[in-house]
Structures are given as C-alpha cells and as structure tokens.
C-alpha cells in the first residue's frame, strides 16, 4: 500500500480534488480522517470515488463511540457500492482528545474496535447481528450487500500493544499511527505475536506505517507545517511511546488539555523538535524519502498522512515522486 490521507478539512469538492490529484500521483489508496469538528468523512469519501478510477477509499479512522457500528457497517457498505467496490474500512478507538468534547470515555477500546468490525463483516455478508456488550443490537441488519462482500478489506486504526496484536490475529491490515522506525519496530514484533494465532482462512496480512508527513522544498516550512498533527498525534501517545523518545509526559498531557478546550495555537506551539522527529516525518523529498525507506525495513507498507505540507496540492505531487517506487 501507498496510501494518502485527506483531512475534510476543506469543501468536500477540494478533497475530491485532491483526491485525484492524489490518484494521478501514484497513490493507490486515499483515506479520510473522521473527528466530530471536521466534514462528515463518507461524504467527502464519496466526492474522491466519483473523481478517481482506481483507487481505493475509506475512511480512516472512524471509531465506534460517536456512531452505531451497524450505522458505520452501512455507511461502508454504501460507499463500497457507490465506488464499485473499491471501499476499506478503517476503525479505531478514536482520538481521545476530541471525543472528549463529547463526553465519550473509550471504554474498553478493543472489545469495542473487535465487536464493531465482526457485527460489520456479518452484516455484510446478509447475517443478522444481536449484540449485548460494548454496543448494543438487537436483530439488526442491512437491506442490502456491499459488491465485496464479508471480504471488505478491515484495517485497523491503532498502536497500543493489544490492539497491534488484535489486529495481527482478526483483520487485514493495521494502519499503525507512527513516523518513526523504532516504533514500527516494536509494531511488527506485536503484529507478528497476533498472526502466530491468526487462523490460515483469514488470508494475509499488512502493516501500513500510518506516518504524519509534510514535505516542501523548505525543509523548515515543511517542519512548521507540521506542529498541529504531532501536536494531536502527541497528545494521544501512550506513556510508554513518549518514554521511548525522551518526552516529557506532563507537557504531552498539557497539549491535550489545551486541544480539548479549542486553545489550538497554545497547543501548537507546545510542540518541541523531539516531539516532530518522533512522531512526523518533515522536510525535503530526500527527507521524506530516506525516512519512508527506513520505515519501510519493518512495515509493509505507507500512508502518507496530515498535514502533506504547507502548500497542500505541490505536497500531493512531492510525496508521490519522492515515494513513487516505495508502494
């Protein structure tokens, strides 16, 4: 995979712009994030469909909490219908620091990601799912069959170790959130400890770095494009990923404060140059490139994801030249 994320930060008519920008680069698969502030993701999704041929869209990540898993299974199985049959479905716990604006407490994340994702598969496939635990469902179903079926490719949006683990043993691919080789290091050692159990039927298996790039001629333009993702990518991190770079926990937890309350550029500035070498990958297409190449040595493959860079549409087309033999 060499994938792209488009944040629906813009008119869902721009991202389908970039969308096919996005395709004509050499990007085979364009995701979109999902926050509650952000445009609806499947709507936009679905501007990048009618504006691409080949590639494959989903959204990346939904989360189970601020919507029904059986609403997201349709809303994926509309857009599988809508692209002919080009859908993948990216589900995670969701960013902590804004689905707490709407009061969610990601209880127990897994079961949550694990239940959501098999309801979606039998759903897809015609069942009818009753549920009694982190969600509930009562003989629900779809009135119709996405074109690909239970077979939906499933990706998983996480970096905790169980997830990585969880992922390894029940999905197709993990979309692990992280710009840095020591921990897509550690990522392919939980992976690998989930396909051991990983029953034969279920196929193969991807891990995708899911890695926050901004790329320019201007390496230090590129670096300042990047301080608001790390700045959530930060915010987010477990305490053990901070440890793994030398950052400080009580600043990380400060910046996820200040993200909730909407105070954006104090969180922005809060982000110190470990925090970008750890959890960005910034500068020039050499840069990009070398960086891309090291992640590439324990994953399989790369998403290139907010904020590109500080000149959106030149991002677009870097990132697929500097990439472009990687995928």
Same mark, same amino acid.
């Given at each position: ?7 629906? +930060? ?5 991202? %389908? ?5 996005? =395709? ?6 364009? $995701? ?19 504006? /691409?041929?080949?590639?494959? #869209? ?12 059986? /609403?997201?299974?349709? *809303? ?7 692209? &002919? ?15 707490? @604006? ?7 994340? !897994? ?5 959501? $994702? ?7 496939? &015609? ?15 779809? @009135? $119709? ?31 692990? @959130? ?36 901004? #790329? ?17 990518? /930060? ?11 030398? #950052?400080? /926990?009580?600043?990380?937890?400060? #910046?996820? +404060? ?20 750890? $959890?960005?990958?910034? %500068? ?8 891309? =190449?090291?992640? !590439?040595?324990?994953?399989? %493959? ?6 590109? &860079?500080? +000149?959106?549409? *030149? ?7 500097? !990439?472009?033999?990687?995928?």
């Amino acid at each position: 995979m060499l994938g792209i994320e488009l944040t629906p +930060e813009h008119p869902v008519e721009r991202t %389908g712009a970039l969308g096919e920008r996005a =395709e004509a680069a050499g990007f085979d698969t364009v $995701f979109c994030s999902s926050h509650y502030n952000n445009r609806d993701p499947f709507v936009a999704l679905d501007r990048v469909a009618r504006a /691409t041929n080949d590639v494959r #869209i989903g959204p990346g990540v939904v989360n189970p909490y601020d919507t029904h898993p059986v /609403t997201l299974a349709g *809303k994926v199985a509309t857009l599988d219908e809508a692209s &002919g049959g080009r859908a993948v479905f990216g589900i995670g716990p969701g960013d902590p620091s804004t689905l707490r @604006n709407l009061g969610v407490d990601r209880e127990r994340g !897994l079961s949550a990601v694990l239940q959501a $994702f098999k309801d979606a598969q039998a759903l897809w496939q &015609g069942e009818r799912v009753t549920r009694d635990g982190v969600h509930v469902a009562d003989d629900a179903g779809l @009135n $119709f069959e996405p074109p690909q079926g239970d077979s939906l490719p499933v990706y998983v949006g996480g970096e905790g170790p169980h997830m990585c683990r969880m992922a390894g043993k029940h999905a197709d691919g993990l979309l692990f @959130n992280g710009s840095h080789p020591e921990d897509l290091a550690w990522a392919r050692d939980r992976v690998d400890e989930g396909i051991a159990d990983r029953p034969d039927e279920r196929g193969g298996f991807e891990l995708a770095a899911y890695a926050s790039v901004s #790329i320019a001629d201007d390496a230090a333009a590129a670096r300042e494009a990047a301080r608001p993702p790390v700045a959530f990518i /930060t915010s987010g991190a477990a305490p053990p990923v901070l440890d793994r770079h030398g #950052i400080d /926990t009580d600043r990380a937890e400060r #910046i996820g +404060e200040a993200i909730s309350a909407g105070e954006f550029e104090t969180a922005f500035d809060r982000v110190t140059p470990a925090m970008l070498d750890a $959890f960005s990958i910034a %500068g020039t297409p050499a840069d990009v490139r070398e960086r891309a =190449e090291a992640l !590439l040595e324990h994953a399989d %493959g790369l998403v290139v994801g907010s904020p590109l &860079g500080p +000149e959106l549409d *030149k991002a677009v087309e870097l990132a697929g030249e500097a !990439l472009a033999d990687l995928g």
